[in-house]
């Protein structure tokens, strides 16, 4: 369980590993930059203040990223999550992996104007085309059943916060 | 015996019909979508919260234990019908819980672990109704400073104790603390990383957070690597037990629990060690150690029942000291303080008709499920059937849903894509989830009680240290983090000697 990280050396390394430590070094310095600016109101009442902590945050952050770089150097990685439905084999299916993320943003900004009903509708039937699902019809009924069944649901049955949009007075 | 009668008062307020119903609904919810493929407890507490919201307090929290055992029940039928655990407790069940399944054995499999969590449930609450009020007494004995180190030794332990890197784990609770300290600062009122949105200014929400990192995170990595041929689900009928089986089952399940429970308790704890444990132990002390690896039922007694008494223990300082230890349990921390209930050894004093009320419905809720799981694992077993393509979008639909409701506002929405996307990177490049949702839940927390001791000796760092528990506490720290550096020590040692 304490083992350090699991080295296999045949594969090679995971070069895009380094994109990680890339990211935790950034995340560091914005939370150094953002923490700097904050004005230090001494008080008796709150010695430390707002600023410490991020700072202490961003420092152990830049350090991980130190060592999270060695550990890779020296061919550290970790598994990539597994799973049932999962084929770790297969590249990154990037147009998949847009075309949700684009129902997703569809369903953001549209659950406002639209309401609940129909955006719903969309980034269900959106996320079940882009995931591979041709029946477009079934798909349609499904989403607008789940959909209107939700809104009834929990909408009105149990108040929960969810836009009527355009179809206010109609459902 | 003050508990006690505390306890028969929760078990007469549940058994109003309309919260037994309510009871009912969670534990069906709850098992209906932890059955699902990828769906472990914690996500399924994050996706079904929204069925709370505008309930009274009582019967949300009624609900919440349905889930939760619901959760866990469902998640071992998926691991051993499918192979697939919806978390990390769960592998070990599917390691034989699924070789017995496809040596005909599928009935036997779900039977032991049904009967075995009930079991383990069982006897883990009775644990859990006596030793909380010791806990809940040294709770309130604890100070600022204990506090603070309780909650440096409850981050160190999930980012370094469980999981096979730490430096990932470090990596991914230091994201979590970041996420954390997002919004006004609780003391002075000034601004953190709120980077000018005015919507920030109220942090991040837990929910938001632990539905994009499990919820979105898992679609998005998913249908990056859809596996487009259709699942292999194995056939089940009515789960029974024959004399046989009853016999190797009944000592691994006691013996699980027993390692379950303080495993879980004590605030360093979770699910993974003690059902490795147990599979060990079970296999060691078998009659027949060779069937292990091809389906034993004890492999699958022992770990089973060792999961849900682990899961009933953590509740135990979630409770009483208001420190979660696994994902799950942050996120039922969360939904509490949704309804300005503070978890913590004052709670048992202010609200002690809702606390044992829902240790109450623990009791009823692990019940209801052996009577309702024994006859409908046939119908369980459909829904792991259900098209892929159906599963995520419906994943992605409530996770939207959920998370839009919390706040009602859409930049809530696109928060939670920016979060699925960190859950799709922590996925592809192996760092553990745990971590940064303790550090979300926690950090606020652990900043607060660290000022407030820090405040007592004038900013002096002498005031982190308080009396015999946090010194304690602090070398416990320090073996743990020294712990691989000391064993290679003595490995040299011993190799020279």
Sequence with gaps: MTSETPRSAPQGGDPAQYGVCAFLALVGAVVIADALQIAHLPSSNDPVGPRPVPLILGALLLLTSIVYTIDVVRG????????????????????????????????????EPAGWVISGTLLFWGTAFALGSRHHLRNLVIAVALSLITFYVFAIGLGVNLPAGVLQGIL | MDSLNHLLSGFGAILAPANLLVALIGVTAGTAVGVLPGIGPAMTVALLLPLTYGMEPTQAFILFAGIFYGGMYGGSTTSILLNTPGESASVVTAIEGNKMAKAGRAAQ????AAIGSFIAGTLANILLVFVTPYVVTFAISLGAPDYFALMLLAFVAVSAVLGTSRVRGFASLLLGLVVGIVGIDAVTGQQRLTLGVPQLADGIDVIVVAVGIFAVGEALWVAA??????????????????KEDWKRSWRPWLRGTALGFPFGAVPAGGAEIPTFLSYVTEKRLAKHPEEFGKG????VAGPEAANNASAAGTLVPMLAIGLPTTATTAVMLAAFESYGIQPGPLLFERQPALVWTLIASLFVGNLMLLVLNLPLAPAWAKLLQIPRPYLYAGILFFASMGAYAVNAQPLDLLLLAVLGLLGFGMRRFGLPVLPL?????????????????????????????????????????????AWPLLRRTARLVRRSA
């Design chain 1, 76 to 111: 550290g990685r970790a598994e990539p999550e597994a799973g049932e439905d999962i084929d770790p084999s297969s590249p990154i299916d990037w147009r998949t992996v847009l075309l949700v993320l684009a129902a997703f943003a569809v369903n953001a900004v549209l659950i």
């Design chain 2, 109 to 112: 499999a779900l039977a032991t």
């Design chain 2, 225 to 242: 690597h859809l596996r487009r041929s259709k699942p292999v689900v194995i056939p089940v009928g009515q789960p029974w037990l024959g």
């Design chain 2, 296 to 299: 034993a039922i004890e492999g």
């Design chain 2, 437 to 481: 949702i303790v550090g979300v839940i926690l950090g606020p927390r652990a900043e607060l009680q660290g000022r407030r001791s820090l405040q007592l000796t004038g900013g002096e760092l002498s005031g982190l240290i308080g009396g015999p528990v946090s010194i304690t506490i602090y070398v416990i720290i320090a073996l743990v983090l």
